[in-house]
């Protein structure tokens, strides 16, 4: 008796990656496994499906465009969608929501300033602060 319906066999070339997406605010990570050649939306699409189902807070939405896939040990440039996961060579990832622009008061439509925290950094100096690890001694 047949207990499992087996698969067809499609990417028996591709290399399957265990990978782990941290997303910032959340608790912990998000691991799954892809294929190596999958594309980075595709990863963002499959990390931002995961964490709504299992009901992780804070709640992110589903729109893969509004965010963005870091490797940490890479360097602080985000990678971009068409890239595949595996490029990269490394497992941990660090997903992000784009800095949304802000119609500012006054401004015509066509000026848009992006959101910062203290107005004279930018978000790839608050990415690279957020991710050095502090440890403090007693």
């Known amino acids: 008796m047949l207990l499992y ?5 499609q990417n028996a070339k591709a ?10 605010g959340s608790a912990g990570p998000i691991r799954f496994v892809v294929n190596e050649d999958e594309l980075v939306a595709a990863v963002i699409d499959t990390a931002l499906k995961s964490y709504a189902r299992e009901g992780r807070l804070p709640i992110l939405g589903s729109n893969l465009n509004e ?7 890479a360097g602080p440039d985000a990678l971009s969608p ?7 060579g490394v497992r941990n990832f660090m997903l992000c929501k784009k800095p949304q622009p802000v119609k500012m008061a006054g401004d015509d439509e066509t000026s848009i300033r992006p959101i910062s925290r203290k107005g004279n950094g930018s978000w ?12 403090y001694s007693h």
């Open 5 to 9: 319906k087996p698969k067809k066999n």
């Open 15 to 24: 290399n399957r990656l265990l990978i782990s997406i941290t997303v910032l």
């Open 67 to 73: 965010f963005i896939l870091y490797c940490p040990n």
């Open 82 to 88: 068409w890239d595949t996961i595996g490029s990269q």
């Open 124 to 135: 790839k100096a608050w990415i690279n602060k957020s991710l050095n690890l502090k440890i």
